[in-house]
């Protein structure tokens, strides 16, 4: 079956960085676009970036460009999250998800259970 395990969420000052990933198993890695959406507390889920199947164009929100990096290794199943220069309002659950290169959380049909970031000012 389809999983999708993110790791690497903790706590932060602003203006540091963490790196998240996302390991993926049970289907082909590489035939998919993958993204990452957050939930921060009391909000809706809301779509931060996305990567085609290829690696070969990318997709961020206007909240995190210039901030955050999205890709992928094929070769180990894992897709990434490089967040730098975090800020308070980046607080929030962070979730991968496999689907199609959207910005839509409906175009997702699996996700994974989610890893938690605080930024603390």
């Known amino acids: 079956q389809v999983q999708l395990v993110e790791s690497g969420g903790g706590s932060v000052q602003a203006g540091g960085s963490l790196r998240l990933s996302c390991a993926g198993s049970?289907?082909?890695?590489?035939?998919?676009?993958m993204g990452w959406f957050r939930q921060p507390p009391g909000k809706e889920r809301e779509f931060v970036a996305a990567?085609?199947?290829?690696?070969?164009?990318?997709y961020y929100a206007d909240s995190v460009k210039g901030r955050f990096t999205i890709s992928r290794d094929d070769a180990k199943n894992t897709l990434y999250l490089q967040m730098t220069d975090l800020k308070s309002e980046d607080t929030a659950v962070y979730y991968c998800a496999r689907g199609r290169y959207s910005g839509s959380a409906k175009d997702y049909e699996y996700w994974g259970q989610g890893t938690q970031v605080t930024v603390s000012s």
């Open positions: 990567i085609t199947w290829t690696g070969g164009a990318t």
């Open positions: 049970g289907y082909i890695f590489n035939n998919y676009a």
